[in-house]
């Protein structure tokens, strides 16, 4: 049976970079296509990037040149190295590989972290 189980995401700021692991259990990652979607509450499944048998890539338009999908034969893996993130990149994270085998899905959030202010205290140099 085919599993897919995604790992590495979670929270960064702007700027940042993140690995997301696909481990593929039940075939070999070097000759099936695997690819990584992402998703957004309200919106379609989209491709994010894909590696084919032949080691070549495929990447949406939004992620070139800051997106990097790799697969490691050893590990059964595939990677998907993350730079630059931005707050549009926050979405589900899908690994995903043909016919139907999906993984269950991992969180990716861009953020800045809060600001915390004070209430503020008088100081008053006098003579």
């Known amino acids: 049976q085919v599993q897919l189980v995604e790992s590495g995401g979670g929270l960064v700021q702007p700027g940042g970079s993140l690995r997301l692991s696909c481990l593929v259990s039940?075939?070999?990652?070097?000759?099936?296509?695997v690819a990584w979607y992402r998703q957004t509450p309200g919106n379609e499944r989209e491709l994010v990037a894909q590696i084919y048998t032949s080691g070549n890539t495929k990447y949406a338009d939004p992620v070139k040149d800051r997106f990097f999908i790799s697969r490691d034969r050893a590990l059964n893996t595939v990677f998907l190295q993350m730079n630059s993130l931005a707050p549009e990149d926050t979405a589900t994270y899908y690994c995903?590989?043909?016919?139907?085998?999906w993984g269950r899905g991992m969180q990716v959030t861009v953020s800045a972290p809060p600001t915390y202010w004070g209430r503020g205290m008088q100081v008053t140099a006098s003579a």
């Open positions: 995903h590989t043909p016919p139907t085998y």
């Open positions: 039940g075939r070999s990652a070097m000759i099936w296509p």
